[in-house]
């Protein structure tokens, strides 16, 4: 028998009681500190109640009563006991075997009645109950039932034998816990059930309600609960990773929250966050805690008797550790620590022992992958195993709990995630174990019998979804099973899963939704297979045992189906038919027809028996028809059509043709639900009182066709009049809607196809099924997809502008009553869509449609519209679409002379095959009746052809619907054929009605507005809409036009022609007439009119301007000669055009600052003037308005200026602006063109999205408001319209819709240019009224909208090929080069061409900025400040192409040194023009060394030029480069800043200006690299050659000091000026620290020059009374720069030792606790500055100045400060690195917070914090502000800014004024912040072979003397601390200096003439150690050691 291992050490704290227990003598136990004692003894298990101590020696329990009992050993039989546990007056024990034995006052033991023949595997005590769990994982109960804590029922009054809790049935548990009256369990999955007294909320349920039943602490789901422990009225939990939860009481501060109130939900100890919790145990009113990894024990709570173990009697609300034994930290590792009722226990072990000696397992059984192997390996064996085998089967298979607890899904921690959506099961660790399960016939066999048992004892109330678990299971088991074996199992499963409460199913019904394919598939396999199996025995034999069996499968599968639907799983329909059902319908027709066949002539016994069969098919049957996803569309059609009518009678309807609808609503209105469902409909006329289908057909027909039409005004259209819906507002009587519904109920009822236009939402909304969005897309395009744009859209939804008020139908609704006018919100989005949708589909119709429905259900049954989903809901009533005219073929029927291969029938089908596909849609209505296809296909029309012989040729086709029979005359010839059948089906021959088709095969312009002369003299026709005043003409040669204010032009074969507008002073317009030119070879391209005149561009890049007052004459433009102008616009009385290299011109007034020049003093100017502050943006359009102006970049960044009266600049306000402003609002926002109008713009975005600002007045701005905007704001009612124009009129705008080729107007319509025939200001967009014609073969190509008049230019789809001429600037491609490369090697003379392309995109920087732009995902549109919006991977490969030709290259270089350099400007518009900084120095450093320099320095004094906010917008773009390009970066200014210092180094050059430029953006770069946490080592920046600069000085200075004794004056002053130079230039470098190494640094400080000496002259017995008396008085200038010498009055000579004995007493003294100048970390290692002074303020400032002269006297000090020290010394921000340096429990306590993955407020953790005593707010502004997920991170650097900032600003400063009044602060930040800890403080490693290596000998020693061999063996093996203390002995430092070991360098010198009693000694100042010739080791050894304990040197005793 295993035993658990013994422990090694007991520690115990607490109330007094017997010295050692009694298990060992008193003099034994050893006492610690804080009243702790220790014994070492062997001891397995104990456990300490409110009366009793018990503890297992070797399986043997002895106990000692408290207060005063003795120590006793119990008397057991046979028992070894594994475990107690102690509770109120007694104790339970567990004994090896699982057997229960209860100890009871009188230390007596007996067995526990009720638990016989049960294996215990776990015992818990409270005060007057106990627990125990069986290995089986049933829960049994005893004792007293107060308050409900044996979880039995509320009026259970206890009980002495055990009980089981049978609401924990199927529940797999890990552990149970029982408190002073309440009690526990956590299931395996962890989750937690709690129940009994709760007064304190000790259940942690949120109140103080006691619990009769166990109940689930929802509150800590899903936190990876392990471990819970109970204490008299509170709980804690623990979950993996270490978090601890505690609830319940917390009077003594047992909770650990620092608060002595109750908890009623389960919070976090914030104080123990990120330690890592291993154990947690409650006592009665105390908590422990321990953390293996730092082997810490905590305890909070009532420690009055010394049970916290802190040596205080306090109660403590707060974590703190216990004062354990140094011993306890060494060898020993926790086992287990014990709270008892006032006394806490621990008991350890050691580390080499038996920790890897496992416990013996205390679970419940499970089965897994490695139990089933063994199974099988025992089986194979045949060792008398199958006696064991079956007994195990028995016990996994018996227990639910068991099952459910198996092959839990423990890799990543997944069970703990077990829910309503989670299972936690392993499913492919379960499929591969079953498989090998269902292998073994035997094993399988037993399975099955053992579950046979199983399931009828499943709870069909579990109290957690664990208990589901083997409802998966158990599926995917008897999937596995043969037929004969499964059935029964199967059945019996349906049976349990349809007991389950509704509940619990619908938890299962989401794990199926989840389960992988192949599971899905089984489960519906194992019911379908079954299912199909019973219902083929019903086929062939009358059972009902059958029939209830069928009902249960079919049930399930029906379920399935649901679910597989709502999850929109890819299990397809067709997995759950059973075509079985198929047989049982023709089964039954079968029967019918025989007993149709004997009413005639049968015996009356057959006719019984067949009405028995008839009504035990039709039963079974309708049963099934609840079940619908068992049957095939085929099978659901069939049952319909084939039902039988009651009475085989009909439902008459009699009526006029001529008045079909009223007549019809007159008999509906009294018709009764017995007719209407019972009797098929039978349709009279009185015309002609014939009964036929025919008449049912065309009935159907017209009387939909009536209803649905717009005049009936019954129902509301959508925008393109495609679809219905139900209107909110009513024109007809409410009773109508309830007819209409009895019709289309009728029609179902009927099998009826009818024309019913409505959404799929009206057929989900009769089978109860919820619409959605998508139904709103399909009845509304525009509104549905601008919903689906506000859910996806990506940025600040805030930003539209959006609200919950809406207008549908015309009324405007609020979608929240409670909060009118609510905004929409990232946040609120998906509630404001979902209320939308339904409102439109739902609330908006409730009244309506409920009438509708009442008469749908009045009309048909219930149960048979319930068979179909909503898609075939729609099939059945309104047909599909699937016009498969080959089924029609190959179905259709022949009779009389008819046959496939008749000339007739070859004629009529080639006729056919000829007909248009609306021609042979009219011969299906023709054929049937139907408009449609009906819902089974094509091949559900059985055609019958039939000759009619005896007719003339003049006669028609004829058809009689009813029967799909085509009478056909044998005609001629298949010409009259074909115009016969195609008469029959125009002229309505059926119900057909003619259609017209019409061909425009030309360009089209359509116009609308004020009146014009018409057709504006063009030779063309004019045609007119009369609805809307819209007219239309085919110019055949416009190729371009444009309307202004006075003007309109037109573009024909390159000509401008203009007719002036009749205006204020003329009431009619001018005439066409076409422009003079003095060159006719001038073709123009564009036109743009404005205020009085209009603007001309040529082919050839010319600009030509003309006024009204002459409009027939133009001339060219001034200023823009030489220059190739790509675009062109107009304002009133300004224009601007745009160059081919990305320039803008502007010409005009400037009343509002419209020409973005400059200030109001610049009046306007007739010729072009470029706009200086656009220089280097790359553009892509212009536009101008009535006084503003825009511009368009590239990358969508919108540019505004000029008049802002109303906000037309979009800048937030209305202040005019004189120079191009960026409109930020709409950044990102894909912006691809942008249209001015008078006073408001437009902006259309990639994607459709359109924005208005500006004036609203007249509505131009479609916000459904008059008001103006001045922000850019989404045209709500356009989203999702994917718009591709848009432009502004002066008060109107028109955008189109390419797509759906609608244009949308809105705006001022008082000339009718709205296009909608009514004269009215309109504020939301509605279509224009549009010919039909404009719909088909032609697409729009441009809108134009003028001053009152509107243009729509059309061209044919057959022209949307031909590309338009490039409009844009020049850019540089991957093209461009490699054209340029091909061009040099193939074509000659083409250099000159190459060179003008060169010098044209290398000067502009516009057009580099516009190159290589990033446009997959449209990623140049996401350009900012974070973003540069380059493809860098293009620009790399592009240069590379371009560096290898050395001509290119030459030439672009010239370019770019000569005249782009010089041009930038250094203070961009944008960001854009930034991007040339990234593209040059990747194109420069591809250059030889003799090409680079010279660029290298121009670019970097233009780096240097830019203004700082543009700077830091490169250094960020520098921060997110790729590795590769920013390695380029740096390696370009180090090579050149390294050519330079070579330069320097050897020759004196004064011209050492680009040095510093280069070396400064080395800085930069640098700095960015260190900010951003880049891989760019420090090396990389690092110029060695720094280090030859310093050495050059060096030697300087050495042969200056040579010549000041004898040399020449004239090398004297030489050597001076060469002095003066280095300095000066190591001066200005000493700023630029990334170039130096460390070494460099730390040389040019020791290298200074002094200006002499500053002296301190102090009593070694009052060293810092005397130092702050000194330093107070001192100045900063002989601080600075006079080095330090020390005086002792005790000996006055001066020896660099007193300077390092100073430094080191001083820190000493400063830094201990007892000066109280520091506050000190939990473990006293490192230091910080208090918030509360005890000292007065100087101190600090004396303190920093010591540490100054530290620094400046190159000294290494003891200063044991965190990282955040030196950090805020050089203005570095502390992070929560350095919080967690100084305090690791409260920073990654901080750490745990933000990476907390649930929701952090359930931690109760507020903005209230108490630091160093004090409770402050961190959000002052919000006091007790609470933390949560979204302000996390704001807490955490609140947190952190506190302490290491705001809780130390006045202090810090003081401290900072001190150090740089001692210390130059240019030498201070040449360092990195751990290079300064580095300096101050040195370093620990201790490299001891490197001092060897550099010591050197003098006298008579030598590396090989006998002395120096002794001694360095002697030193090998000193004790790391008398290492480090020689070290000390030897320099003065405690540690080593910052550049290592290597920088000591010892000397040895050897003292011949001392006695072998002297000891070694040490000058400090040299680290010279003088060392006696010693005669043996041992004396060496001896003497070295006193030596350096006895303080020779300046060591104190």
């Known amino acids: 028998m295993s035993h658990p291992s013994a422990v090694d050490m007991l520690c115990y704290w607490g109330a007094q009681v017997r010295e050692g227990f009694g298990l060992l003598k008193p003099d034994k136990v050893k006492h610690g500190n804080s009243g702790i004692r220790s014994m070492s003894i062997s001891v397995q298990d104990m456990s300490a109640g409110r009366s009793f101590v018990g503890f297992i020696q070797d399986g043997k329990v002895s106990v000692l009563r408290l207060h005063g009992g003795k120590f006793k050993q119990l008397q057991l039989k046979n028992d070894r006991i594994r475990s107690i546990v102690c509770g109120g007056d007694g104790a339970v024990l567990l004994a090896y075997g699982g057997r229960i034995l209860i100890m009871d006052k009188s230390n007596m033991c007996s067995p526990l009645k009720g638990l016989e023949n049960r294996q215990v595997v776990q015992v818990a005590c409270g005060d007057q109950h106990s627990m125990a769990l069986t290995n089986d994982g049933q829960v049994f109960v005893w004792g007293e039932n107060s308050h409900g804590q044996l979880g039995l029922r509320k009026d259970h009054p206890g009980s002495l034998s055990a009980q089981r809790v049978e609401s924990l049935c199927g529940i797999p548990l890990a552990q149970i816990s029982a408190g002073g009256d309440h009690s526990f369990v956590l299931s395996l999955s962890g989750v937690v059930f709690g129940w009994g007294k709760n007064s304190s909320g000790q259940l942690g349920l949120g109140d103080t309600t006691d619990r009769h039943v166990p109940t689930v602490v929802n509150s800590l789901n899903r936190k990876k609960t392990m471990s819970i422990s109970c204490g008299g009225e509170h709980t804690a939990t623990l979950s993996k990773g270490g978090t601890v939860f505690t609830f319940g009481s917390g009077g003594s501060g047992q909770l650990g929250h620092n608060s002595f109130e109750d908890e009623h939900h389960p919070r976090v100890v914030a104080e123990l966050w990120g330690s890592k919790v291993s154990q947690v145990t409650c006592g009665r009113r105390h908590t422990l805690v321990s953390v293996a990894s730092s082997k810490l024990i905590y305890s909070f709570g009532c420690g009055m008797q010394g049970q916290l173990g802190n040596g205080k009697i306090i109660k403590q609300s707060v974590p703190f550790p216990v004062d354990l034994s140094t011993e306890c930290d060494h060898a020993y590792m926790i086992k287990k620590i014990i709270a008892g009722e006032n006394h806490s226990f621990a008991l350890f072990f050691k580390k080499h022992g038996n920790e890897s000696k496992r416990n013996p397992s205390r679970g419940i059984l499970t089965l897994d992958d490695r139990m089933i192997d063994r199974w099988l390996s025992e089986g194979k064996l045949k ?77 069909p109330n579990p109290a957690s979804v664990e208990a589901l678990r083997l409802y998966l299971l158990l599926p995917e088991l008897i999937g596995g099973l043969q037929e004969h074996k499964r059935t029964e199992l199967t059945e019996a499963l349906a049976s349990r899963i349809l007991d389950l409460n509704p509940a619990a199913r619908k938890v299962l019904e989401t794990y199926w939704s989840k389960l992988p394919e192949d599971w899905l598939k089984n489960l519906v396999d194992l019911f379908q297979k079954d299912s199909a199996m019973l219902i083929g025995r019903i086929a062939v034999k009358l059972d009902w045992d059958i029939v209830t069996h069928l009902q249960k499968f079919v049930r399930i599968l029906q379920m399935v189906y649901q679910v597989c639907r709502s999850a929109h799983r890819n299990i397809t329909k067709s997995d759950f038919i059973i075509h079985e059902v198929n047989d049982l319908l023709e089964v039954l027709q079968t029967i019918t027809v025989d007993l149709n066949d004997q009413q005639w002539f049968g015996l009356p016994e057959q006719i019984n028996a067949l009405v028995a ?134 029609a179902f009822n009927n099998t009826s196809v009818v024309n019913l236009p409505f959404p799929l939402a009206l057929f989900k909304k009769l089978l109860n099924v919820k619409p959605s969005l998508e139904d709103l897309i399909e009845f509304s395009p525009v509104l549905g997809k601008s919903l689906q744009y506000i859910l996806d859209y990506s940025d600040d939804v805030e930003e539209m502008d959006t609200y919950f008020t809406i207008t549908w139908d015309g009324t405007e609704v609020e979608l929240d009553p409670a909060e009118p006018g609510k905004m929409v919100t990232n946040n609120n989005r998906r509630e404001f869509v979902d209320k939308y949708v339904d409102y439109i589909l739902n609330k908006s ?87 449609k296809v009906p819902i089974l296909g094509m091949s559900a029309v059985k055609m019958r052809v039939r000759s009619l012989l005896n007719l003339t040729q003049d006669h028609l086709p004829q058809a009689l619907t009813c029967h799909a029979l085509l009478d056909l005359p044998v005609y001629q010839n298949k010409e009259t054929l074909r115009a016969k059948v195609i008469d029959a089906i125009n002229h309505k021959r059926g119900f057909w009605e003619e259609k017209q088709d019409y061909d425009l095969s030309v360009g089209m312009l359509c116009y609308w507005g004020a009146q014009v002369r018409e057709g504006f003299g063009l030779p063309d026709k004019v045609k007119h809409d009369g609805n809307s005043g819209i007219r239309s003409m085919c110019p055949k040669t416009v190729q371009d036009m444009s309307a202004g204010r006075s003007l309109v032009g037109f573009i024909r074969d390159g000509k401008v022609s203009v007719l002036s507008l009749r205006g204020e002073n003329c009431d009619c317009d001018g005439k066409l007439k076409q422009i003079k030119l003095n060159n006719n070879r001038i073709r123009f391209i564009s036109i743009v009119c404005g205020g009085d005149g209009a603007v ?208 949308y107007s809105f705006g001022c319509g008082m000339q009718g240019q709205l296009g909608n025939g009514k004269m009215i200001k309109q504020s939301v967009p509605f279509p224009v009224d549009l010919s039909t014609e404009c719909d088909h073969e032609y697409m729009i190509k441009k809108i134009i909208a003028g001053e009152n008049h509107s243009f729509a230019l059309y061209f044919k789809k057959l022209n949307e090929s031909k590309p338009n001429p490039s409009r844009g600037i020049l850019t540089l491609d991957d093209r461009t080069i490699d054209r340029w490369l091909s061009e040099r090697k193939l074509i000659q003379n083409s250099w000159k061409g190459i060179k003008k392309d060169i010098n044209k995109v290398f000067s502009s920087a ?26 860098l991977d293009l620009v790399k490969t592009s240069f590379a192409k371009l560096s290898n030709d050395e001509g290119l290259i030459s030439e672009v270089v010239k370019v770019v040194q000569q005249k782009l350099l010089p041009s930038l400007n250094p203070n961009p518009a944008g960001v854009e023009a930034l991007r040339l900084y990234l593209l040059l120095p990747e194109l420069i450093g591809r250059l030889q060394e003799h090409q680079r320099t010279e660029l290298t320095e121009a670019l970097a004094s233009r780096i240097l030029d830019l203004n700082p906010a543009a700077r830091k917008v490169l250094e960020t773009y520098w921060s997110k480069l790729p590795e590769d390009w920013l390695k380029n970066l740096v390696d370009l200014f180090q090579k050149d800043s390294v050519m330079l210092i070579g330069r320097i180094a050897v020759k004196l050059d004064r011209d050492i200006a680009h040095l510093p430029k280069c070396a400064r953006i080395l800085q930069m770069v640098y700095q960015v690299c260190r900010s951003a946490h880049r891989n760019i080592t420090k090396s990389d920046f690092i110029i060695h050659e720094v280090n030859d600069l310093q050495e050059v ?22 050597l001076v000026a060469q002095q003066s130079y280095y300095k000066t230039v190591l001066k200005n470098l000493s700023s630029l620290p990334c170039i130096f190494n460390l070494e460099a640094k730390c040389s040019f400080m020791q290298n200074r020059a002094w200006q002499g000496s500053y002296e301190m002259v102090l009593r070694r017995t009052a060293l810092l009374e005397d130092c702050f008396s000194i330093l107070r008085k001192a100045s900063e200038h002989h601080l600075r720069g006079y080095f330090l010498s020390v005086f002792y009055t005790e000996d006055l000579r001066k020896t660099d030792v007193n300077k390092r004995d100073l430094f080191l007493n001083v820190f000493k003294e400063l830094c201990a606790q007892e000066s109280q100048l520091l506050m000190y970390n939990d473990n006293n290692t490192l230091s910080w500055f208090p918030t509360k002074l005890s000292v007065e303020k100087e101190k600090y400032f004396l303190f920093g100045i010591l540490c100054g002269l530290a620094f400046n006297n190159t000294s290494v000090v003891n200063l044991p400060f965190p990282l955040a020290l030196f950090k805020k010394l050089l203005n570095v921000k502390p992070s929560l690195e350095d919080l967690i340096e100084f305090s690791p429990v409260l920073g990654k306590s901080l750490q745990y917070i933000l ?85 101050l403080v040195g370093n620990e490693e201790y490299d001891w072979d490197v001092l060897k290596q550099n010591t050197t000998y003098e006298g008579s020693f030598h590396a090989e003397h006998p002395t120096i061999i002794s001694f360095w063996e002697v030193f090998d093996d000193l004790t790391p601390n008398e290492k480090k203390a020689f070290l000390l002995f030897i320099t003065g430092f405690e540690k080593v200096p910052i550049l290592g070991m290597s920088a000591v360098k010892m000397r040895v010198r050897s003292l011949l003439n001392l006695t072998q009693d002297h000891l070694p000694q040490a000058l400090t100042c040299h680290a010279l150690l003088d060392l006696p010739v010693y005669q043996n080791k041992e004396t060496l050894r001896a003497k070295v050691i006193d030596a350096i304990n006895h303080k020779r040197g300046f060591w104190e005793e």
């Open 1795 to 1879: 990476d907390y993955s649930d929701d952090v407020e359930e931690m109760n953790t507020y903005f209230t914090i108490t630091w160093d005593g004090t409770e402050v707010e961190l959000d002052p502004a919000e006091p007790g502000k609470m933390v949560t997920n979204n302000n996390r991170r704001e807490f955490v650097d609140k947190y952190v800014d506190y302490i290491l900032n705001k809780s130390v600003e006045e202090v810090f400063e003081e401290f900072k004024r001190g150090f740089f009044k001692a210390c130059d602060r240019s030498l201070v930040e040449m360092f990195e912040p751990e290079e300064l800890r580095g300096v």
């Open 383 to 459: 060792n008398n195993s199958w006696k064991g085998i079956k007994k195990d089967i028995n016990k996994v298979f018996s227990s639910a709990a068991s099952l459910n607890g198996s092959f839990l899904k423990t890799s990543c921690d997944e069970h703990y995630q077990t829910s309503e959506e989670h299972c936690g099961l392993d499913l492919d660790l379960v499929k591969a174990s079953f498989a090998k399960l269902l292998n073994d016939e035997g094993l399988i066999s037993e399975v099955v019998k053992v579950v046979k048992k199983l399931l009828p004892s499943l709870n």
């Open 1406 to 1431: 516009a057009s580099l900025n516009g190159s290589f732009l990033k446009t997959s995902c449209d990623e140049h549109y996401q350009t900012s400040e974070e973003h540069c919006g380059l493809d």
């Open 1593 to 1614: 000085l060096q030697t300087i200075n050495v042969d200056l000091n040579n010549q000041q004794w004898f040399g020449l004056p004239k090398q004297i002053n030489a």
């Open 613 to 746: 069969q008839q009504s035990y098919y039709n039963t079974i049957l309708k049963n099934l028809l609840s079940l619908p996803c068992i049957f095939n569309l085929e099978a659901k059609c069939s049952f319909m059509q084939n039902r039988t009518w009651q009475l085989q009678s009909c439902f008459p309807l009699t009526l006029r043709r001529t008045a079909l609808l009223e007549d019809c609503f007159s008999i509906l209105r009294t018709a009764s639900e017995h007719h209407l469902r019972g009797y098929f409909l039978s349709v009279f006329y009185t015309e002609d009182m014939r009964k036929a289908d025919v008449n049912k057909r065309d009935f159907f027909l017209n009387v939909f066709k009536e209803l649905c039409a717009q005049e009936s005004q019954l129902l509301m259209y959508n925008d393109n009049k495609t679809m219905s819906w139900f209107p909110t507002k009513l024109s007809v009587e409410k009773e109508k809607y309830f007819l209409f519904g009895i019709l289309c109920g009728l």
């Open 1096 to 1303: 001309l561009l040529a082919d050839d890049g010319r600009v030509f301007m003309m006024d009204n007052s002459r409009p027939t004459m133009c001339s060219p433009l001034k200023g823009l000669e030489n220059r190739q102008v790509t675009q062109i616009t107009c304002g009133d009385q300004h224009s601007m055009a745009l160059t081919n290299d990305g320039q803008v011109f502007v010409w005009g007034e400037n009343s509002h600052g419209q020409l973005g020049l400059r200030e109001e003093e610049h009046r306007g100017s007739l010729s072009a003037q470029r706009v200086e502050s656009l220089c280097g943006i790359p553009l892509a359009q212009i536009s101008a308005g009535g006084d503003h102006s825009f511009v368009l970049s590239l990358s969508g960044v919108v540019f505004g200026w000029g008049k802002n009266s109303s906000g037309q600049l979009g800048l937030g306000d209305t202040t005019d602006r004189h120079v191009p402003t960026v409109v930020n609002s709409l950044n990102r926002k894909k912006t691809v063109s942008i249209s001015c109008g008078g006073e408001h713009t437009a902006t259309l975005s990639k994607g459709g999205t359109i924005f208005t600002f500006g004036s609203g007045g007249s509505g131009q701005l479609g916000h459904n408001s008059f008001e103006d905007e001045h922000h850019p704001r989404v045209v709500a009612e356009l989203w999702g319209s994917e718009v591709s124009q848009v432009t502004c009129g002066r008060r109107h705008t028109l955008v189109s819709v390419a797509s759906s080729k609608l244009i």
């Open 845 to 931: 119709v409730e009244e309506v449609f409920e009438e509708f429905k009442r008469g749908f259900f009045k009309a048909c049954d219930r149960s048979l519209v319930e068979m179909f989903e909503p898609e075939e809901l729609r099939g059945v009533l309104v047909g599909n679409e699937e016009y498969d005219w080959d089924v029609l073929k190959q179905n259709t029927t022949y009779e009389g002379s008819f046959h496939a291969e008749h000339p007739t029938i070859i004629s009529f089908w080639e006729v056919f095959d000829d007909l248009t596909p609306n021609e042979k849609k009219a011969f299906l209505l023709f054929i049937t009746g139907f408009e």
